[in-house]
């Protein structure tokens, strides 16, 4: 059971732009009292995706709950989460109801209004500001970053630095989560078919591996310590490629881009050819396994070099 405490750290943290009551009843998760984020055309958005995404795209509940067990033993039982990209709540709900102080920040209020359905009262703070701007955040209060399948769509300088300035003086850890999959999985397949089609219609395709791999290496300048990437929830998936061109027609722009529908049609039409020539009947099923994978730093205390990281106290579920 949470302490009063732990809710006034959260509430505490956050600096501008939130919707939590010194209360913590359900009115904290009102999403019309919350300043609007600011848009322009280079953000990116999920807000036509809130009510499809955890179909599209979500976990299962126990893995999410495996990867949200793997990060509330980081804390310890204690401190601070600040969950950039939260999204609709798929791992953010469970870290919200445990033990721990929980702020949630997206740029996305329907994608909010599906967290806050996760969740009962006395669970933590949601927030809607734009993290590529800054994070209204309280300097020195987070003892662990957290963002899953969302950094990349972050400005890596920005990510860093407001990393650094939210880290606990005595140390923290960013964590990045990924979902991985079989190299010769179908969806896999698609998608290295659809960056193929973008970048030959002049649009660069978001890539998370490569952003997670330059966020890392930009904190080793400033005295972190990387951890391995580990595997830390897998489970079976029915894949057909009438699903996946489905979602993404049903989705806006491709592959974390704004796209124009003219680009878009075409190269979901190509897809459906490409994917009939290449798998047989769209509606056929394969079975694949996916995996959760957590990679990421820890962030030395500024009076010491020492601090608990991932590889210490991780259960290691194969290594990657």
Partial sequence: ?????????????????????????????????????????SSFTFDDQAESFDRRAGLPAASARDVALVL?????????????GAGTGEIGSVLA?????????????????????????????????????????????????????????????LFVRETLRVAHPAGAVVALGSVKREQGSLRADLRREMRRLLAAAGIRARGGRRARETLVASFETHGARPFRPRRVASWSVSERPADSLRAWREKSGLAGRSVPEQIKDDILRHLEDWSQKRHGEPTTSRQTVEH???SGVCLPGRSTSENVCITDIVRNKGDV
């Fill in 97 to 157: 109801s445990g033990s721990s102080s929980y702020v949630g920040i997206d740029i996305s209020a329907p994608m909010l209004f599906a967290f806050r359905r996760k969740l009962g009262p006395h669970s933590g703070c949601l927030v809607q500001a734009d993290a590529g701007r800054g994070w209204p955040i309280v300097s020195g209060q987070a003892n662990l970053v957290f963002s899953s399948r969302a950094a990349h769509l972050l400005p890596p300088e």
């Fill in 72 to 84: 509330q033993e980081l804390l310890d039982g204690s401190g601070l989460v600040i969950d950039i």
């Fill in 1 to 41: 059971m949470k302490s009063d405490d732990s809710y006034k750290n959260g509430r505490d943290a956050i600096r501008s732009v939130a919707f939590c009551t010194s209360s913590f009843t359900t009115a904290c998760y009102d999403v019309s009292n919350m300043i609007p984020a600011e848009h322009d055309a």
């Fill in 292 to 294: 959760y994978e957590l």
